[in-house]
């Protein structure tokens, strides 16, 4: 077990040896669509590319999902398989949002084996997340 202390220094150890290997800018939150984010995660048994959207107006968040979801087919045969839609996500802190995944199990930050997987891993599955946004991007934002 590690102390909180090594723990925060493993993970930023972890990011900034990713920048390290993948040296770009990704969109992330600069989607131009408020509460709409690209975001990676990881813990010690699993690494995620999500798209989160966290409108707080519910018709606002289940438009922007439910375009994404009209997109599930040329997404998922085009740019990346495997994708994990849940329109009423909760969060620990009680929040719904909506989220869409892909995950790969049995790796995790605390083992620097890992890491090169997880670096790839995040690498193909964000890029392709990413390549669809950006050619459907003006279908996605058009939400009123």
Request: charged content about 40%; hydrophobic content about 40%.
């Amino acid at each position: 077990m590690y102390s909180k202390e090594e723990t925060q220094k493993l993970k930023r150890e972890f990011w900034v040896t990713f920048a390290e290997k993948y040296p770009r800018k990704w969109v992330l939150y600069d989607t131009k669509i408020k509460d709409f984010s690209f975001k990676f995660y990881v813990d010690n048994k699993k690494a995620q590319v999500l798209i989160d959207i966290e409108h707080r107006n519910d018709d606002k968040r289940n438009a922007y999902f439910e375009k994404i979801e009209a997109l599930k087919n040329i997404l998922e045969e085009e740019f990346i398989k495997d994708l994990v839609f849940e329109k009423d996500y909760v969060l620990e802190s009680g929040k719904t949002i909506s989220r869409i995944w892909v995950e790969k199990l049995g790796v995790g930050v605390s083992n620097k084996n890992n890491w090169d997987a997880i670096f790839d891993f995040y690498n193909d599955k964000m890029n392709a997340l990413e390549l669809f946004y950006l050619e459907y991007d003006e279908f996605i934002k058009d939400v009123e």
